[in-house]
Each structure stands twice: as C-alpha cells, then as structure tokens.
C-alpha cells in the first residue's frame, strides 16, 4: 500500500518536466590527446573538426588542425608541449584561427597570434581577422607604378622596389639581409608608408637589436613588430607569416601602403618541414613536404597593388632567404625566386672587401620595380650597371698585372669610384636628391682617383650642401619628373663646390693639384 501512494503518478511526472526551465541543448565536442610531443598533438574523438580549426586543450593552451584523419587529427600547438599531457580533454571552438586587426597594433611589438610581447597591455582591435585569406583575384590589381624608397643608394639606383611589388632579399649569412629590410623600414620615416617587420625563427637578440634600432629612430611608432623566436613552438612560426600579412591587409583595404618583411623564411620552411615530419607527411625534396611550394607562394601572392575597388592600398612584400655557400638553386631560394618579381642577392665576396651593402648587381634584378623607379634616377643610374659589370670584369683582369692602356686604366679608376660612392654605414638611409647628387657626381668623374677615405668625406659634404639650391630639383624628383639640363648643371656645381670643401681645396682640388 505503502509503495503504491508514493509512486509518482505519470500526469504528475509530465508536470515536473513541463514546469522546469526549458532545457538548452549546449554541443560541446570534446576529444582526446592521443599523444603530444614536439609542437604536435594527435588528438581522437573529434570526427567533424574542420581543417584550420582552433582548437583548445584543457591545460589551456590552443593547437590548429592540420591534419585530417577519418580517425585522428594531426594538431600543431601554439603553446608549450611540455604543458598538454596525453588523454587530456580537447574542444572544438568553430573557428578558424585568426588575428586581432586595427590600428591598436601599431607601434606594438606581439606575438604570432596578436598578443602583446612588450608590456604595454591589451592590444586594442578593431575585429579578428582569419590568418588565411585568399589572395586578391586579376581584376583587383593594378600596375606597380610607384616608387617604395630604400633609402639604399644600390638599390634605388640599380634594383628599384615599387609599392606593390614582391622582392627576394638573399643571401649568405651575415651578408647584412636584415639590414637592408630595417633600412628601408626606418626610410618609411620619409613617407606615409605603414610597416610590418615579421621575425621568423630568429635569436632573440637579433630581434631585440631590430627593436631597438626601430625604438631608437622613432620609427617603432609606425611599425607592428611580429614575433615568433626560435625558442617558441614551430606552430607559431609557420603562422606568423599569414598572422603578419593579415594585419597588412587590414590597412591595404584602408587604402594605406604596407610594407612587410618576412625575416626569414627559410625559417619558415625549416618549421613548416619540422611540423610535417612530425605529423608524418611524405617527405619530398631535402626532406620538405610536397606543398611547401604552395606555402610561400600562397602568403606572396597576397602582397600587391590593388585597384581603387579592391580598397585601393597596396602590400609591399620583403621576403628575406639564407642561401649557403652561394647556392641560389637550392630548393627554397628557387622557389621563392620563382614566386617573386625579382631578387636582391648579398654577395659574401662583397662583404670580404667591406662593400656594404653587399648587393652584388650582377645577379641582382628587380623585374617591376623599373616602371616604378623615379624618371630622376632613370637618367642618372641608366648606365651604373653597364659601368660596374665592366669595371669587374677589369678588376680581375687587371690583377694579373698585365699593363693597360689609358682608357682602360681611366675605366677602373671611374668603376672604383662608383663603387665606392655605393657604400653605405648601416641605420643611415639617405634621402632621393642626396643620393642623386651623389651618384650624379661620381658618374661624372668627380671622385675619379680618390681615395675610400676622401670619398666618404667628400659623400658627406654633398649629402650636407643640399640646400634652397636644389629645392627646385628637389620638388621636380617629388613629382616624379625627368631632370632638365639645368637641373643637372645645378646639381654638379653644387657637388663640386661640396667637393671642393671636403678636400680642403676650393672649387675641384684635384684640378689646383696637378
Ligand atoms: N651597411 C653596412 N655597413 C657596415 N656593416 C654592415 C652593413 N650592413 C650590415 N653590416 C654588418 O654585417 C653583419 C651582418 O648583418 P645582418 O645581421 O644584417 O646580416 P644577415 O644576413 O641578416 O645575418 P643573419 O645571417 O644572421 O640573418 C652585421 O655585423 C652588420 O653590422
């Protein structure tokens, strides 16, 4: 009797149930690591995962689905493996992984996935952004047409960059490849272009010594530094670069110019290959994995000018290579010089007779960047390569100690002085008309004969007579115009006064001399 007064009667039952709060269905997916090691989790029991997906672990830390398996995903970390332990709990989050964006992000320095490395708090954003996109189709680009000033005398001369364009910078090491992208970086300080500085894999005090140098000139203000150091998981390296190129995207839609400098990516490729051996993916040449191809020319093909319809901006892309022993046709390098509109090469044998910046022009091309050079320095710079090429040639020829004639002698003479009006120190990016006056007077003669010593001095002199003399000049190379003969006349009588002071003699000293 007693069970049967207090069984619950089934009207009674329906009641409960309709009277509770309505129940939320909540999915929550969660999978299991299987193992974890190496900056690689394979993780079980997440059969709808998407490709690309982020995902997080219950130790905190986050990991990116590369691999898809009916049985298993292949997840690169984005943390320390050290922390995620094998059968430990694994959620889906439904998105892919992205990036915070805006302008919160310059002036800061963060790590591949937008956190703040500098102790400066939050980084403000103004959306999250994927750090993979699509590359802008045909229709959205247009012409590389202007100019990107190095600030680089070789390079602005001999191997222009334009806006938009896409230009290797390789070489051995040590040969000063980063130096040449922080240059044209602190240049950017004379312009309304917007910089990335991407740091792939690197030591820590080589970064730190970029930082500084960005902090010192002030142009840190106009920079977002990204980070992904040698210490850190592979992950956030082989993101980095996409992370970096999605923030140049945001402000290329905004119609600004964005420069970005991968540095390097051969680093990226060594992360890329590490990640593949470990999720076991057939290795192909010097053990790469068979997409590697796609990997950079899928981050490049990003960079560009873009029509007024496509927002008008423009993504300049600096990727730097290693190359060793001056093997510029091993796989990577070969790659990227396939991908991109031309190469900056460092050349070692350079750097052995302290001809920095080492850009060797025989092998150097920029296959764009000649529409976009200045008209100024069409005409001053048109016959610089011809002249060093032959000077090289002389210069070996002439080591033999074989007796020359004048013109041959008079052809190394004007060769070394053109070489050495080349040179330049480091963090010492020299403006248009002073690099005109410049390679103007050493074209003409002026240095003939000198020695390094009095170049550099007389270098100097021209760089500080740039006065109200040459403003009219100056204007006309602002607004892209060719030099007139007057132009030209002004320019070298400035120079020869310039020179004539630098020697301790008036006007040409070399002249009262002989
Ligand atoms: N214009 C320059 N004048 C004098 N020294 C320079 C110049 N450019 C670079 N160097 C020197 O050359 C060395 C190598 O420079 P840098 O670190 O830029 O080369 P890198 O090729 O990027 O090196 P790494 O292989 O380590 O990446 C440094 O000691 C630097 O001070």
């Keep these: 009797m007693a069970d049967e007064t207090h ?73 320390p493996s050290e922390r995620v332990r094998a059968g430990e709990d694994v959620w889906r989050t439904h998105k892919v992984i992205s990036v915070p964006v805006g302008p919160g992000l310059v002036g800061r320095v963060v790590d591949a996935t937008g956190q703040p490395l500098d102790g400066k708090g939050r980084v403000t954003a103004v959306a999250e952004r994927p750090v993979e996109a699509r590359a802008p189709d045909i229709l959205s680009r247009g012409a590389v047409k202007r100019p990107l000033a190095t600030g680089l005398k070789a390079i602005d001369a001999a191997v222009p960059v334009g806006l938009g364009q896409r230009e290797l910078i390789i070489g051995d090491r040590q040969t000063g490849k980063t130096s040449i992208a922080l240059d044209t970086i602190l240049n950017q300080a004379r312009s309304e272009v917007l910089s990335i500085y991407c740091a792939i894999g690197q030591r820590g005090d080589a970064v730190a ?88 020319a899928r981050l490049l093909e990003r960079a560009g000018q873009f029509t007024e319809d496509a927002g008008g901006g423009s993504i300049t892309a600096l990727p730097v290579v290693e190359t060793q022993a001056e093997n510029l046709s091993a796989y990577i390098p070969t790659n990227l010089i396939s991908i991109t509109d031309g190469q900056i090469y460092l050349s070692p044998r350079l750097v052995r007779k302290n001809q920095f910046p080492a850009v060797d022009l025989g092998v150097s091309v920029s296959r764009v960047g000649g529409k976009a050079q200045h008209r100024a320095f069409r005409d001053v710079a048109g016959n610089l390569r011809v002249t060093l090429s032959q000077f090289e040639e002389l210069e070996d020829f002439a080591r033999f100690g074989t007796r020359l004639d004048d013109a041959t002698r008079a052809r190394l003479s004007r060769g070394a ?45 021209i760089r500080a007579s740039v006065g109200d003399a040459l403003t009219g000049v100056a204007t006309r190379i602002a607004r892209n115009e060719p030099l007139a003969d007057e132009d030209r006349a002004a320019i070298l009588s400035v120079a020869r006064i310039a020179l004539g002071n630098a020697l301790g003699k008036p006007e040409d000293g070399r002249d009262a001399d002989a």
């Design 7 to 79: 069984r619950p009667d089934v009207q009674d039952f329906i009641d409960l149930l309709l009277d509770s709060p309505a129940p939320s269905p909540a999915l929550a997916e969660v999978g299991t690591v299987a193992t974890v090691g190496d900056g690689i989790a394979v993780v079980s029991g997440l059969g709808r995962a998407l490709s690309d997906e982020l995902l997080v672990f219950a130790s905190g830390v986050r990991g990116v689905v590369l691999d898809l398996e009916p049985d298993r995903l292949g997840v690169v970390l984005l943390g």
């Design 209 to 296: 010594r970029v930082i500084e140098a960005l902090r010192e000139s002030g142009q840190l203000a106009n920079t977002i530094v990204v980070v992904a150091g040698d210490e850190e998981a592979p992950g956030l390296a082989y993101i980095a670069p996409y992370a970096a190129m999605t923030m140049a995207e945001y402000f290329a839609d905004q119609a600004r110019d964005v420069l970005v400098v991968f540095d390097d990516l051969t680093h990226h490729a060594r992360s890329y290959r590490e990640l593949s051996l470990l999720l076991r993916r057939p290795p192909g040449r010097e053990a790469f994995p068979g997409d590697i191809f796609y990997v950079h």
């Design 417 to 461: 002085a053109v070489r050495a009006a080349l040179r330049q120190p480091e963090r010492d990016p020299v403006p248009a008309v002073e690099q005109l006056l410049v390679l103007l007077a050493a074209m003409e003669g002026m240095f003939d004969g000198l020695s390094e010593t009095e170049v550099v001095a007389a270098m100097d002199s």
